[in-house]
Structure formats: structure tokens, C-alpha cells
């Protein structure tokens, strides 16, 4: 069955001290891995799209990784604005029409 | 361009009571999907809308249901409320081409609508 896992589930930063996000994924056959930000309250705010293993993209602070089985979020020198959750979804070759997303990892950037 | 926008925002529903929930998608977007989400359970998908047909359906039960319009328009139903369909809302829109790569794939949610079941 395909899946999403993120982790960690939650990660307390202090402003400026880097790290990574995590979403490993089982499916058959990769179409696209999505990055999505979303604040409390609100819908999922699109980020990045990935296509194929060794593809990166960047946004500010934020950059993403993929390979053949998992998604790197790096947060470098993130500021308190940066504290959402945020969510990995997938969409396999043979039912493109459908996404899976992961549970999210809840961010919280301390000033 | 007009982003997805759903109405609406929040409501209020007692049990055995039925709600419909409208979407209307980003212009030139013929694919809407619809997700569920709670504190406990992520983001669950429901249901997928291309030009009028629901090309894929999640595991909810009957009493979820949708459709769409001609003009890309959605809207989902829930008949027979639940406490347990207390929930965000979301609905998204893509292309929904299966061209590979390009933008074609991206999903753009709108701002979701809480239901809260009493």
C-alpha cells in the first residue's frame, strides 16, 4: 500500500539553528512529491514540487531534496515566521489523480 | 488569479442534519478534489472531480458525496451528521492533465470550512 511518513511529528527550533525535515514514501512509481506549508486554521500553501531523484528546489530558507525513497525539508536559519506544519504528499505513476499526504511535522521556531 | 474558494467558511450542524459545502476551483482548473482534515487523522482524502466524473473516491462512506459542475465548480454533501465529522473541510484544484511535469500536477487548496457537528 502506498505511504507517506513524515518525521519528526513536532521540532522546537531556536531562531537560526538549522535543520531537516523528513518524508519517506512507499509507492510504485513516483509521479511527484509536494512540499505544503499550512498555518492553523488555513488550507495547505503549495511550496515545491519534485519530480525525479536528485532534484532540488529553493524558496528563501527553505530547500527540498528528494531521492528514490524520501524527501528532505532544510530550514536554514529559520525565523519564528517560519512555524507552521508542514506536509509531504506524493501522487504515483499509475493513479495521478490522487495524492497521499503525510501526518506533517509541526514546527515551532523560538525567537 | 483568483485563488480556490470555498464557502462556506464555518458552520454550525447538529446531528442527523445534513450540510453542503461549495468550491469553486482556480480559473482554468477542471480537477477538485476533496480532503478531510482532523487533529487526529492528517489530511484523508475523499474524493476527486474531473470535467463532471469522480475519477477517484477515498474510504468514507456513503453518506459523503460530491459533484461538479460544467464550469468546474464542486460541491460536497454530507447527509446524516456525525459528531465524529467535526472537521476542516479542504478542497483543491489542479489542471488535472496528465501531461508529465510542468505544472500540471500542483493541487492549490482554498482556505477549507470548518464543520462543527453538535
Known amino acids: 500500500e502506498d505511504q507517506v511518513t513524515q518525521s519528526p511529528e513536532a521540532l522546537r527550533l531556536q531562531e537560526g539553528e538549522s535543520s531537516s525535515l523528513n518524508c519517506s514514501y512507499t509507492?510504485?512509481?513516483?509521479?511527484?512529491l509536494f512540499w505544503y506549508r499550512q498555518d492553523p486554521g488555513k488550507g495547505p500553501e503549495f511550496l515545491f514540487t519534485l519530480y525525479s531523484a536528485g532534484e532540488e528546489k529553493e524558496k528563501e530558507r527553505l530547500k527540498a531534496t528528494l531521492t528514490k525513497k524520501e524527501s528532505f525539508l532544510h530550514i536554514t536559519a529559520p525565523k519564528p515566521e517560519d512555524s507552521a506544519t508542514y506536509l509531504c504528499a506524493v501522487q504515483a505513476e499509475y493513479n495521478f489523480n490522487k495524492f497521499y499526504f503525510g501526518s506533517g511535522t509541526k514546527l515551532n521556531v523560538k525567537p | 488569479k483568483a485563488g480556490v474558494t470555498q464557502t462556506p467558511r464555518y458552520l454550525i450542524k447538529t446531528r442527523g442534519q445534513q450540510v453542503t459545502l461549495s468550491c469553486s476551483p482556480i480559473?482554468?482548473?477542471?480537477?477538485v478534489s476533496w480532503y478531510q482534515q482532523t487533529p487526529g487523522q492528517g489530511l484523508q482524502f475523499l474524493f476527486e472531480y474531473f470535467s463532471e466524473t469522480q475519477r477517484n473516491k477515498g474510504n468514507f462512506p456513503g453518506r459523503f458525496s460530491g459533484r461538479q459542475f460544467s464550469n468546474s465548480r464542486s460541491e460536497m454533501n454530507v447527509s446524516t451528521l456525525e459528531l465524529g465529522d467535526s472537521a476542516l473541510y479542504l478542497c483543491a484544484s489542479s489542471l488535472g492533465a496528465r501531461g508529465r511535469g510542468g505544472a500540471h500536477n500542483e493541487q492549490f487548496f482554498g482556505p477549507g470550512t470548518r464543520l462543527t457537528v453538535l
Open positions: 480559473s482554468g482548473h477542471r480537477s
Open positions: 509507492v510504485s512509481g513516483l509521479r511527484g
